[in-house]
């Protein structure tokens, strides 16, 4: 069954992993997306679009960047559609704005669902060195990944492959995850699948990252420092501080292994140098 005209919410690279891979593999693209306003970035605070903006842009389809999704513009213009997709939106969505499509809205988180709810998933996978990670479509309902589950697919990393760098995660969960939804719209369209309550007693719970989890105490367990790179290293990055001339520094790590069951330092960048060998900074 033919996927009919539906609105995509989202904001980040994930979603726009997602739709890529929907389009090239699929031929599923949205009619319409829904994404977060251009926000200052860096330290020039530059007015940047979000990423899936911009692939919207390159597809030549129409966006919405609405800063309240109560606004009765917006909600006039989306309350035609049948159904509605989310994917990493970043933002809570009323329930006045889930109720609108008769499909309803549907939700791609990456993770195990009840497990790794709310705003860090994969950076929490990767932080418990999870032995089961994988992807669910879920319902919407109000409350923080709380709806039933539609699908859910384990995914499996090759041999060693896991753990990895969260955009290595993040992409293979995309790619999986655009791969479950294609299989499960033709069966939600035509109401022959049945989503499942969720086993709420079971669930665990990830926060907003900010900036100061990315420090790293080097003399913690060399597995749990290495993990921390991995899942930080595109964001907030590990860091490390150091006392030079009486002052206390910074040194954000940019090249790290694992090896020998120790956490081995390759490079890092000194606050207020260029980059350089960990084993010239020691000296």
Same mark, same amino acid.
């Given at each position: 069954m033919k996927t009919p005209p539906f609105v995509f919410f989202g904001t #980040?690279?994930? #979603?726009?992993i997602l739709l890529e891979e929907l389009k090239d593999k699929f031929n599923i693209t949205p009619t319409l997306i829904v994404t977060a306003? /251009?926000?200052p970035v860096g330290r020039k605070q530059i007015i940047t679009p979000p990423p899936v903006k911009e692939w919207a842009i390159e597809n030549d389809i129409d966006t919405f960047q609405p800063e %309240? $999704? %109560? /606004?009765?513009?917006? $909600?006039?213009?989306? %309350?035609?559609?049948?159904l509605f997709i989310v994917a990493s939106y970043g933002k809570i969505i009323p329930q006045i704005v889930l109720d609108l499509p008769k499909l309803g809205t549907i939700n791609v988180h990456p993770s195990l669902l009840p497990s790794y709810r709310g705003a860090s998933p994969i950076q929490n996978q990767i932080l418990n060195n999870e032995s089961q990670v994988g992807t669910t479509i879920m319902l919407m309902d109000a409350q923080m990944d709380h709806g039933p589950i539609i699908s859910q697919k384990k995914v499996v990393f090759d041999e060693g492959k896991f753990p990895a760098s969260y955009s290595d995660v993040e992409e293979k969960l995309a790619e999986e995850s655009a791969s479950l939804l294609a299989e499960v719209l033709p069966k939600w369209v035509s109401k022959s699948i049945n989503p499942k309550e969720q086993d709420h007693e079971k669930a665990t719970f990830t926060k907003i990252i900010e900036k100061p989890d990315g420090e790293i105490n080097l003399e913690d367990e060399p597995l749990k420092n290495y993990l921390k790179y991995l899942a930080y290293h595109e964001w907030p990055k590990t860091f490390f501080f150091f006392e030079h001339e009486d002052k206390k520094l910074r040194a954000v790590i940019t090249e790290a292994v694992f090896e020998d069951g120790q956490f081995i330092i390759k490079k890092v960048i000194p606050e207020g140098k260029k980059e350089t060998d960990y084993k010239n900074f020691l000296k």
């Amino acid at each position: 069954m033919k996927t009919p005209p539906f609105v995509f919410f989202g904001t #980040s690279r994930f #979603s726009v992993i997602l739709l890529e891979e929907l389009k090239d593999k699929f031929n599923i693209t949205p009619t319409l997306i829904v994404t977060a306003p /251009d926000r200052p970035v860096g330290r020039k605070q530059i007015i940047t679009p979000p990423p899936v903006k911009e692939w919207a842009i390159e597809n030549d389809i129409d966006t919405f960047q609405p800063e %309240k $999704l %109560k /606004d009765e513009f917006f $909600l006039e213009e989306i %309350k035609e559609y049948e159904l509605f997709i989310v994917a990493s939106y970043g933002k809570i969505i009323p329930q006045i704005v889930l109720d609108l499509p008769k499909l309803g809205t549907i939700n791609v988180h990456p993770s195990l669902l009840p497990s790794y709810r709310g705003a860090s998933p994969i950076q929490n996978q990767i932080l418990n060195n999870e032995s089961q990670v994988g992807t669910t479509i879920m319902l919407m309902d109000a409350q923080m990944d709380h709806g039933p589950i539609i699908s859910q697919k384990k995914v499996v990393f090759d041999e060693g492959k896991f753990p990895a760098s969260y955009s290595d995660v993040e992409e293979k969960l995309a790619e999986e995850s655009a791969s479950l939804l294609a299989e499960v719209l033709p069966k939600w369209v035509s109401k022959s699948i049945n989503p499942k309550e969720q086993d709420h007693e079971k669930a665990t719970f990830t926060k907003i990252i900010e900036k100061p989890d990315g420090e790293i105490n080097l003399e913690d367990e060399p597995l749990k420092n290495y993990l921390k790179y991995l899942a930080y290293h595109e964001w907030p990055k590990t860091f490390f501080f150091f006392e030079h001339e009486d002052k206390k520094l910074r040194a954000v790590i940019t090249e790290a292994v694992f090896e020998d069951g120790q956490f081995i330092i390759k490079k890092v960048i000194p606050e207020g140098k260029k980059e350089t060998d960990y084993k010239n900074f020691l000296k």
